[in-house]
Protein backbone atom coordinates (compact mmCIF):
# COMPACT_ATOMS: atom_id res chain seq x y z
CA UNK A 1 0.00 0.00 0.00
CA UNK A 2 0.82 3.79 -0.99
CA UNK A 3 -0.17 6.85 1.77
CA UNK A 4 -0.17 10.25 0.22
CA UNK A 5 -0.64 12.67 2.54
CA UNK A 6 -0.86 16.36 2.28
CA UNK A 7 -0.59 19.40 4.35
CA UNK A 8 -0.61 23.11 4.14
CA UNK A 9 -3.87 24.08 3.05
CA UNK A 10 -6.43 26.86 4.89
CA UNK A 11 -8.32 30.14 4.75
CA UNK A 12 -5.89 33.02 2.67
CA UNK A 13 -7.13 36.50 1.53
CA UNK A 14 -7.77 37.31 -2.38
CA UNK A 15 -4.63 38.31 -3.81
CA UNK A 16 -2.95 35.97 -1.07
CA UNK A 17 -0.26 32.85 -1.30
CA UNK A 18 -0.24 29.05 -0.08
CA UNK A 19 1.88 25.99 -0.79
CA UNK A 20 0.52 22.70 -0.68
CA UNK A 21 2.44 19.39 0.04
CA UNK A 22 1.63 15.98 -0.74
CA UNK A 23 4.38 13.17 0.65
CA UNK A 24 4.01 9.89 -0.66
CA UNK A 25 5.21 6.81 1.76
CA UNK A 26 4.82 3.22 1.72
CA UNK A 27 6.11 0.59 -0.98
CA UNK A 28 7.27 2.65 -3.22
CA UNK A 29 9.46 0.94 -6.57
CA UNK A 30 8.86 3.61 -8.78
CA UNK A 31 6.98 7.03 -8.98
CA UNK A 32 6.31 8.41 -12.18
CA UNK A 33 3.98 11.43 -11.92
CA UNK A 34 1.98 13.87 -9.81
CA UNK A 35 -1.10 15.56 -9.92
CA UNK A 36 -3.16 18.49 -8.18
CA UNK A 37 -7.32 18.18 -8.29
CA UNK A 38 -9.75 20.20 -6.49
CA UNK A 39 -13.15 20.08 -6.29
CA UNK A 40 -15.60 22.73 -5.16
CA UNK A 41 -19.33 21.77 -3.44
CA UNK A 42 -21.67 20.64 -6.33
CA UNK A 43 -19.04 20.59 -9.04
CA UNK A 44 -16.85 18.12 -10.80
CA UNK A 45 -13.47 17.30 -9.87
CA UNK A 46 -11.18 19.27 -11.83
CA UNK A 47 -7.28 18.76 -12.94
CA UNK A 48 -4.96 21.69 -11.61
CA UNK A 49 -1.49 20.56 -12.75
CA UNK A 50 0.48 17.68 -13.54
CA UNK A 51 3.93 17.04 -14.03
CA UNK A 52 5.05 13.94 -15.60
CA UNK A 53 8.80 12.02 -15.23
CA UNK A 54 10.43 14.12 -18.02
CA UNK A 55 9.60 17.47 -16.06
CA UNK A 56 6.92 18.63 -18.01
CA UNK A 57 4.73 20.89 -16.23
CA UNK A 58 0.81 21.34 -16.85
CA UNK A 59 -1.87 23.59 -16.20
CA UNK A 60 -5.67 23.93 -16.41
CA UNK A 61 -6.04 27.61 -18.25
CA UNK A 62 -7.60 29.76 -15.23
CA UNK A 63 -4.18 29.09 -13.10
CA UNK A 64 -1.54 29.19 -15.88
CA UNK A 65 0.75 31.80 -14.75
CA UNK A 66 -0.65 31.50 -10.74
CA UNK A 67 0.36 28.20 -9.70
CA UNK A 68 3.71 25.89 -10.03
CA UNK A 69 4.09 22.38 -9.31
CA UNK A 70 7.35 20.91 -8.16
CA UNK A 71 8.79 17.89 -6.72
CA UNK A 72 11.60 16.72 -4.81
CA UNK A 73 12.39 13.45 -5.45
CA UNK A 74 14.22 12.69 -2.42
CA UNK A 75 11.44 12.96 -0.48
CA UNK A 76 9.04 11.58 -2.63
CA UNK A 77 6.90 14.99 -2.32
CA UNK A 78 5.28 17.23 -4.30
CA UNK A 79 4.72 21.12 -4.05
CA UNK A 80 1.98 23.28 -5.18
CA UNK A 81 2.91 26.69 -4.73
CA UNK A 82 -0.35 29.29 -5.13
CA UNK A 83 0.20 33.20 -5.72
CA UNK A 84 -2.56 35.67 -6.63
CA UNK A 85 -5.03 33.38 -5.01
CA UNK A 86 -8.92 34.41 -6.20
CA UNK A 87 -12.10 32.92 -4.46
CA UNK A 88 -13.31 30.84 -7.47
CA UNK A 89 -9.99 29.14 -6.50
CA UNK A 90 -12.01 27.82 -2.99
CA UNK A 91 -12.01 23.92 -3.00
CA UNK A 92 -10.71 20.73 -1.63
CA UNK A 93 -7.44 19.76 -3.32
CA UNK A 94 -6.15 16.36 -4.01
CA UNK A 95 -3.06 14.96 -5.11
CA UNK A 96 -2.22 12.06 -6.51
CA UNK A 97 0.79 9.84 -7.31
CA UNK A 98 0.93 6.95 -10.52
CA UNK A 99 3.23 4.51 -8.22
CA UNK A 100 4.49 1.62 -8.89
CA UNK A 101 4.93 -0.51 -6.07
CA UNK A 102 7.35 -3.44 -7.47
CA UNK A 103 9.12 -4.64 -10.22
CA UNK A 104 7.05 -6.14 -13.05
CA UNK A 105 3.59 -4.75 -11.53
CA UNK A 106 1.52 -2.30 -13.45
CA UNK A 107 1.13 1.05 -11.72
CA UNK A 108 -1.46 2.18 -9.92
CA UNK A 109 -2.79 5.87 -8.81
CA UNK A 110 -3.22 7.13 -4.81
CA UNK A 111 -4.79 9.56 -3.94
CA UNK A 112 -4.28 12.34 -0.62
CA UNK A 113 -6.92 12.72 1.90
CA UNK A 114 -7.65 16.13 0.16
CA UNK A 115 -6.82 19.60 1.68
CA UNK A 116 -9.36 22.82 1.83
CA UNK A 117 -8.30 26.02 0.51
CA UNK A 118 -10.72 28.64 1.25
CA UNK A 119 -10.05 32.47 -0.46
CA UNK A 120 -11.91 34.48 1.04
CA UNK A 121 -12.21 38.27 2.71
Known amino acids: QVQLVESGGGLVQPGGSLRLSCAAS????????WGWYRQAPGKQREVVST???????DYVDNVLGRFTISRDNAKNTTYLQMNSLKPEDTAVYYC???????????????WGQGTQVTVSS
Open 96 to 110: NARVQDRPLKLASDY
Open 51 to 57: LVPVGDR
Open 26 to 33: GNIFALYS
